[in-house]
Structures are given as structure tokens and as C-alpha cells.
């Protein structure tokens, strides 16, 4: 039993945090289907167990609290580490981020397996010596790959401006006019697409087609910006 | 029969004793280096500099952005969002210069953790991923605590500081605190993806990681370097399915680390791994700081040589 507290303990969590994010702790309109049932007995159980190791001087919270506070650190930094902890570990168990406390929740959610053959990409371009040249945002934060952009334009910049802002006007304006310092007059909107089963990659600059595609596809993080001037043009 | 319990025994023994006797709290008490922890603090110093370099600073003054939660008092945060963020900006990166060389350390270090914080929180505050501060922010509240310019600094160069035996415990906790941040990190993703229970079991069907590569395929190295898919990513989900698992697994393995370095090298590799395969298919941001934090999983000899 002295031995197997520790195990106990690090089940409570696990329950403790599957209640929590399922129910919510102030969730008082919850449904206590089977999964609650059964997680609400096991937290009470481990509950009751891990009290008795702290009475006992036993049990891994109170074990792990003893040897962190024996440690041969600064107290200030054992402090802060406290604080720290239980910071990530609310955060944690509610499944909610609070600056700088964090889930690391990334790629948590669950999504459907409905993937089309074809995938859309609308992308900016431009016209150099009469030639399309694509501008691939993401590519632009990649050292070995980048074409237009340089320093400063790091991934978390290209993932905000290809993913995040891409369809509001303030981003596409940052775009054109850091392009202009680079000589590019003006940007256009046209489709990159990929056919998985015949593996083709083409990019398609015609201007009403992109329109057309932004509008009704189903793309990945919604529709880009186009500039009116685009609309105008295809008008 | 008798031969394979005895063994089991012995192996369960010998187990229970590295655990006794190489666990992160004995370890931190062990002898380390001080180019380890120098290094890492150079290596740190690199990715604030680069990090606060961003462009992305700029485009988050000028799109809506988004409005995460942070503890940062709402008064401080507009404060800091109309009108510091330049400031904060060049604090930031001047100071990780300093923490580059070791100058000044012992005063430059609370005030670049406070500087980058406060930065950071805007960041976050308007766009929340990727999220390079969490990896940063507590291992620079840990280098604040630390004699980490006691070799490869100017402070040394300067007699600013006086270094102890350069295999000093000194110089071994603190990259343990850092070991025990990396395996939050990745813990705490893997419990991320596990809970609720019945979300958890239906994320292995590979789903997301399905999404993310095909809906990146033409921003992912793989298209940079082939120019076209190499199988169709709509199909073969058991192929997805298998690299759910392994990320999960790998990230709930990071566990380990806090029992036994017997496995940091195995591990390190396996992060390393995990990383490089999400670069090359269109999740670039956490390379180079996987590998940063990395740097506490090597053995100290490694650096004492």
C-alpha cells in the first residue's frame, strides 16, 4: 500500500483532469452520464487516499514537496517554481491557457476524415520580365527556401500573415508594401492546387478564377484577402 | 521458469535502484559544467534575439488579431499594446546581445525575464500560436538564479565573476530545472491530447495530423524540395493513425527524464525525430527550440572533456 500510493496519486490526477475539462469545475448544469459517475467515484477514492498519504508523510505530492524543498537551490527560484507549477497545472487540468501559464493544447482537437482529392490554395503572385512569380508566404520563413522576404520574417510571422490574418486587408496592405521596397509593384491573387491522386501541382494565375475559388471552396483557414483592384479587373 | 523470474527480479531491482539514485532530484545535486550551462545560456540569448526580431511584432499592430487571456492586468496590456511594444521591442533585443556575450549578466537577466515577458504577453495576447515564449520564459527565470557566466562571457573575461569548481553542482541544477520544463512541455501535450477520454480515443484515428499535413501540403519542405505529394494524403489513414500514436507516446515518454538520465540520449533523439518529421510537413516552429532545451538532456562529461 506504502509503495502503490504513488501510483494512486498519479491516477487521481489523470481523473482529476478528465473531470474537470470534460465538466468543468462551476459546471453545475452538467450531465453525470456514466463518465461522470465513474470519474466523480474515482476522484473521491484517490481523494481519500491521497489525504491519508499526506497524514501519513507519505504518498508522491507529499514526497516530491519534500525533496523540492530540500533542494540546494535559491528560495526565491523555489518560490517562483511553485507558483510556476501550479500555475501550468490549473491550466493544465482546465484545459485553458492564461498567459504565460499554458495547456499545450496544440493539435488537441479532433477533426473528420473528409479530405477532397483536390486542395485549393489561393496564393499572391506577381508579373517579373512577363513571368508569374509566386509568392508562397510560409515558404518565406524557411532559411534555405525564402525568395522574397529575409531576416525578420520568422515562421510565427508567416503562419500569422498565410494563416491566421490572411483575409483582412490590414495583412495583404504589410504584404504589398514590404514587396514594394523589394520592386514589386503590385500583387495578385491566384490558386496553387494539388491533385493527391495524380499528384499534379499547378498554379493557376487567372484573376476570376481565384475570385471564384475563394469564394465557394472550403479552404484551409478561410478565404484570403484579394485586393479590389482584382475585382475590378475580372469585372 | 525460475531463471526468467529471477531475471525479471534482478531487472525490476536494478531499476528501482537507478531510480533511487538518478533521479532528477539526486541528479541535480550531481556534479555538472559550466560550459554546459554557458552554452545554453548563449544558445537562449540567440533565440530572444532572433525570436524579437519578428516581423510579426509589427503586422500585430496593424491586424485585429485575436484576444487570448493573459494574468497581465488589462491596464498594463494596453499599455503595453499602444504603445510600448517598440520599446519593449528593442529592450528585448539589446539586452540578449548582453546575454549573448555575458556582460552584465547578473543585472541584465531579471530585467530581460521581466522585458520578455511583458513582449511576449502581447504576442501571445493578439496571436496565439506558434508559441516560442513558452519554451523560453521559465528557463530564463531559472538562468536568473544561475552562475550562468561563469565561462564563454565577457564577465569572465572581465573578472565580473567568480567561478567556482567548473564541475560544480552549481552548474548542474540548473540545466535539471530545465530538463523538468521540457518534460512539461511535452507531457502536458500528450495528457493534452489524451483528455477528455473520449475525445482522446477518437483523435487517434489520425484525423488532425491528416488535416494538418494535407492542408499544408504546398507550404510543407516536402513540396519545397519534391514538388509533388509522395503518396495521397487523403487515403491511408492507419498511416496517420500510427503517427498519432507515436507522437503521443513519445511526448508521455518525456516522463522518464525525471527518473533516469539513462534515457536522455533515446529521447532527445526521439524529440529530435518528432520535430524534424513536423518540419518537413509544414509545422516548422518548434525545431529549433526542441533543440535548444535539448542541450540539458546531454551528460555534463560531454562538455568537461
Known amino acids: 500500500m506504502k509503495k502503490a500510493i504513488f501510483i494512486y496519486e498519479a491516477i487521481f490526477v489523470i481523473f482529476l483532469i478528465n473531470f474537470i475539462q470534460q465538466f468543468g469545475i462551476l459546471n453545475l448544469k452538467a450531465r453525470f452520464g456514466y463518465w461522470g459517475m465513474a470519474n466523480a467515484v474515482f476522484i473521491l477514492f484517490w481523494l481519500a487516499v491521497m489525504i491519508k498519504g499526506v497524514k501519513n508523510k507519505n504518498g508522491f505530492f507529499y514526497k516530491t514537496f519534500t525533496l523540492f524543498n530540500k533542494m540546494n537551490i535559491p528560495i ?10 501550479f500555475g501550468n497545472f490549473i491550466s493544465i487540468s482546465m484545459g485553458k491557457p492564461n498567459y504565460p501559464f499554458y495547456d499545450v493544447g496544440m493539435f488537441r482537437w479532433t477533426s473528420t476524415a473528409n479530405f477532397q482529392l483536390v486542395l485549393y490554395e489561393p496564393q499572391y503572385y506577381f508579373f517579373r520580365n512577363n513571368k508569374v512569380e509566386l509568392v508562397n508566404i510560409r515558404r518565406e520563413g524557411f532559411f534555405l527556401f525564402h525568395k522574397y522576404l529575409g531576416w525578420g520574417y520568422t515562421h510565427e510571422f508567416t503562419f500569422s500573415s498565410a494563416y491566421h490574418n490572411k483575409n483582412q486587408k ?12 523589394r520592386g514589386v509593384d503590385t500583387l495578385w491573387v491566384g490558386v496553387s492546387c494539388v491533385n493527391f491522386k495524380t499528384k499534379k501541382v499547378v498554379f493557376d494565375p487567372n484573376l476570376c478564377n481565384a475570385i471564384k475559388i475563394n469564394k465557394n471552396e472550403d479552404l484551409y483557414y478561410g478565404p484570403i484577402y484579394i485586393p479590389e483592384y482584382q475585382y475590378a479587373k475580372c469585372n | 521458469m525460475g531463471l526468467y523470474i529471477f531475471q525479471n527480479i534482478s531487472m525490476l531491482s536494478a531499476i528501482k535502484k537507478e531510480i533511487r539514485t538518478n533521479n532528477f532530484f539526486k541528479r541535480a545535486a550531481k556534479p555538472g559544467s559550466v560550459l554546459q550551462l554557458a552554452f545554453f545560456r548563449i544558445l537562449i540569448g540567440c533565440q530572444i534575439f532572433y525570436s524579437s526580431q519578428s516581423q510579426l511584432f509589427y503586422l500585430l499592430q496593424t491586424v485585429k488579431g485575436t484576444k487570448k487571456p493573459t494574468i497581465i492586468p488589462d491596464a498594463i496590456d494596453l499599455i503595453i499594446s499602444e504603445m510600448s ?20 549578466t547578473r543585472i541584465i537577466l531579471p530585467i530581460l525575464t521581466i522585458a520578455y515577458i511583458l513582449l511576449f504577453s502581447f504576442w501571445y495576447s493578439k496571436f496565439d500560436a506558434p508559441i516560442p515564449w513558452l519554451y523560453i520564459w521559465f528557463p530564463l527565470i531559472v538562468l536568473c538564479f544561475s552562475k550562468c557566466s561563469d565561462a564563454l562571457s565577457l564577465d569572465r573575461l572581465l573578472n565580473r565573476t567568480t567561478p567556482i569548481n567548473k564541475t560544480s553542482a552549481e552548474y548542474r541544477w540548473p540545466m535539471e530545472m530545465v530538463v523538468v520544463w521540457l518534460v512539461y512541455i511535452y507531457f502536458a501535450s500528450g495528457i493534452a491530447k489524451l483528455v477528455p477520454f473520449q475525445k482522446g480515443i477518437i483523435w487517434f484515428n489520425g484525423a488532425t495530423s491528416q488535416n494538418i499535413m494535407y492542408n499544408r501540403f504546398l507550404d510543407s519542405v516536402l513540396f519545397f524540395i519534391f514538388k509533388k505529394p509522395l503518396f495521397n494524403y487523403t487515403a491511408h489513414a492507419t498511416v496517420f493513425s500510427a503517427l498519432s500514436l ?35 510537413v509544414g509545422v516548422p516552429g518548434f525545431m529549433q527550440l526542441s533543440l535548444i532545451l535539448g542541450i540539458s538532456l546531454l551528460s555534463p562529461n560531454k562538455f568537461n572533456k
Open chain 1, 76 to 85: 526565491g527560484l523555489k518560490v517562483i517554481t511553485m507558483i510556476v507549477f
Open chain 1, 170 to 181: 490590414e495583412n495583404f496592405d504589410f504584404l504589398a508594401k514590404k514587396m514594394k521596397l
Open chain 2, 85 to 104: 511594444v517598440h520599446y519593449l521591442k528593442t529592450i528585448v533585443n539589446f539586452l540578449s546581445v548582453f546575454l549573448i556575450f555575458g556582460l552584465f
Open chain 2, 246 to 280: 507515436s507522437a503521443v507516446i513519445i511526448e508521455l515518454l518525456t516522463i522518464v527524464l525525471l527518473l533516469t538520465d539513462k534515457l536522455n540520449m533515446v529521447i532527445f533523439f526521439l524529440l529530435v525525430s518528432m520535430h524534424l518529421f513536423l518540419y518537413l
